[in-house]
Nanobody
Framework: QLHLVESGGGSVQSGESLRLACAASGYTGSTHSMGWFRQAPGKEREGVAAIDSGGRTRYGNSVKGRFTISLSNAKSTVFLEMRSLKSDDTAMYYC??????????????????????WGQGTQVTVSS
C-alpha cells in the first residue's frame, strides 16, 4: 500500500515563493507518476503538475512558468516549487500517485481519474 505525506504548506504574501514536498512510502517499483492537485473552496479539484519516473512533466495552464515539479534522486519524493504566488493559488494542495503507470495520451497524465493514491493535503494561503 502506497502512503503519501505532504509538507511545506503555509501562508505567504502575493509574489512570494513556497516549496511543497510529498514523501512516498510502501512502493518498491520503478515506474510511476506523481502529481500535485489543488482544490479551493467551492471549486473542483484541478491538476497542477505531474511528473513520471522518466522525468517527463506536465503543468496546468494557470501555473506554467511559475511552478516547477521535480523528483528526488530516489524518485520517492516529489517537490513542487511555487514562485510568484497569487491569491488565486490559495487552495488545499494534494499529492497523488499513479501506480502502475499507464499513459495512453499526453504523458504524464494530469487528470484526477488517473491517480489512485492520494495524500491528506497541505494548505497554501496567499494573501494579496
Amino acid at each position: 500500500q502506497l502512503h503519501l505525506v505532504e509538507s511545506g504548506g503555509g501562508s505567504v504574501q502575493s509574489g512570494e515563493s513556497l516549496r511543497l514536498a510529498c514523501a512516498a512510502s510502501g512502493y518498491t517499483g520503478s515506474t510511476h507518476s506523481m502529481g500535485w492537485f489543488r482544490q479551493a473552496p467551492g471549486k473542483e479539484r484541478e491538476g497542477v503538475a505531474a511528473i513520471d519516473s522518466g522525468g517527463r512533466t506536465r503543468y496546468g495552464n494557470s501555473v506554467k512558468g511559475r511552478f516547477t515539479i521535480s523528483l528526488s534522486n530516489a524518485k520517492s519524493t516529489v517537490f513542487l516549487e511555487m514562485r510568484s504566488l497569487k491569491s488565486d493559488d490559495t487552495a488545499m494542495y494534494y499529492c497523488a500517485a499513479q501506480v502502475p503507470y499507464i499513459c495512453g495520451g499526453a504523458c504524464p497524465p494530469l487528470e484526477r481519474a488517473h491517480f489512485n493514491y492520494w495524500g491528506q493535503g497541505t494548505q497554501v494561503t496567499v494573501s494579496s
